[in-house]
């Protein structure tokens, strides 16, 4: 069965995942010349940077999430679907979708990454991932579920684990949700659970010997010292290997015991059958030219965090962050109007722009070049960026509001439990 959507006399581009690239490649490809075709799982686009954010009751889902009708309904010869790609069949210039077949004449794979657990199954069985909204919303459930059940449970042990948060990775995400969860220790659960008689506690475990790899010497040792200033227990050059009788094992033998254990620790592409495995690199990155076009093909294409582009400063490809996929996508819709008149295509360059992470209240850390900030003024910039960043104008003076308000009473006003998370019923 074929996907209903009419076919014009434009070529049509169709556009897997509605990402920073998707959505920049939809507002920038000409729909005068070319028919858009936009499909993505979920029917809205959303801010990852902020997640950790909604998984620590500091902001509402909506605030971050953008509806995909909602943001191209102006657009001419535009269709949205919401379905998943299951496979890929080049030679006859179609994909296979879980609501039907579609043909293509540019096909632009802009899918992401996926939680990493490098293959072992019990972490994946008990972790709790957070890079999806539906993810952080779990996560959030299962942090506020893990106070309330403390309050009552009489088992010394039990309460521990129930107050024990481990974050595995300690990379930008790690390092911001876990001086999220540090702050929601400090300010909100004095005041919504008085009576909570065993403290809770926050590890972050890393598996090099610093904090935030891919940035300066400077922002990681400011983050450790920040993280070590809120009470947080860092681990570095430590291990997770499995997760055993309500405890995380770590390589040295430790454990740690708890019902709490995000996993933040690493990313892989998002696999498509009908890729050539030969066509992937490392993490299962899809290998592209200097036009982000599959390696071997003319009219497939791939852009974001699930490319590989190997280019001059950038041997094992471009970092994985917003910026990337932006900017790929930015010029590869340049290069696809271009192709439209006549013209030849332009090679992508990566302009770095820098790198930032929040670790709470005043705290963050920043690269810019070789100027690195750290403290109150490099986290009014993260604030400015990320708020500038954000879209819609409701969205915007929604967090705004948010923020202000969490700044001036210390307090997050997202403390909902909406469901039990199917972890809550499984860890310990």
């Known amino acids: 069965m074929d996907i209903r959507i009419p076919r014009t006399e434009k070529k049509r581009v169709v556009i897997v995942g509605g990402g920073f690239a998707g959505i920049k490649l939809v507002n920038k490809i000409d729909s005068r010349r070319y028919q858009i075709v936009l499909i993505d799982r979920n029917n809205y686009h959303q801010f990852p940077p902020l997640l950790y954010q909604v998984a620590s009751a500091g902001l509402e889902p909506g605030s971050i999430c953008f509806p995909f009708r909602k943001l191209f309904h102006r657009e001419k010869d535009f269709y949205f679907r919401m379905a998943d790609v299951q496979q890929i069949v080049p030679e006859k210039n179609r994909i296979v979708t879980s609501i039907g077949e579609l043909d293509y004449d540019y096909l632009i794979l802009a899918g992401g990454t996926t939680t990493n657990y490098y293959g072992n199954r019990a972490i994946e069985e008990q972790a709790l991932p957070m890079k999806e909204v539906r993810e952080a919303i779990a996560l959030r459930s299962s942090l506020l579920l893990n106070l309330e059940n403390a309050l009552d449970d009489e088992d010394k042990q039990e309460r521990r684990a129930l107050l024990n948060v481990v974050i595995v990775g300690g990379g930008?995400?790690?390092?911001?949700?876990?001086?999220?969860?540090?702050?929601?220790?400090?300010?909100?659960?004095?005041?919504?659970?008085?009576?909570?008689?065993?403290?809770?506690?926050?590890?972050?475990?890393?598996?090099?010997?610093?904090?935030?790899?891919v940035m300066s010497e400077s922002a990681s040792r400011h983050a450790k010292k920040y993280l070590e200033e809120m009470r947080v227990r860092i681990l570095l050059g430590k291990r997770v290997t499995d997760f055993r009788d309500g405890a995380v094992v770590l390589d040295d033998g430790q454990t740690i015991s708890t019902q709490a254990l995000i996993w933040v620790s690493g990313v892989t592409a998002v696999r498509f059958e009908g890729i050539p495995k030969e066509k992937t690199g490392r993490g299962g990155r899809i290998l592209v030219d200097a036009y982000n076009r599959l390696v071997g093909s003319e009219n497939i294409f791939a852009v974001g965090d699930l490319c590989l582009q190997a280019q001059p400063g950038y041997p094992n490809g471009h970092p994985q962050v917003a910026q990337v996929a932006i900017q790929q996508g930015r010029c590869l819709a340049r290069n696809l109007n271009r192709i439209a008149k006549g013209e030849s295509p332009q090679e992508f360059r990566y302009k770095d722009y820098g790198t930032m992470a929040t670790v709470g209240r005043n705290k963050a850390v920043a690269d810019l070049g070789k100027v690195h900030f750290h403290g109150f003024f490099a986290w009014v910039m993260w604030l400015v960026i990320h708020l500038r960043s954000i879209l819609g104008v409701r969205n915007k003076l929604a967090i705004l509001l948010d923020w202000m308000w969490n700044y001036l009473t210390y307090d997050h006003s997202s403390r909902f439990i909406f469901f039990r998370p199917k972890k809550d019923e499984t860890m310990g």
């Open 172 to 213: 930008a995400t790690g390092v911001e949700i876990a001086g999220a969860i540090a702050e929601m220790k400090r300010f909100i659960v004095p005041k919504d659970y008085p009576d909570l008689e065993t403290r809770m506690h926050v590890y972050l475990i890393e598996g090099t010997d610093r904090l935030l790899g």
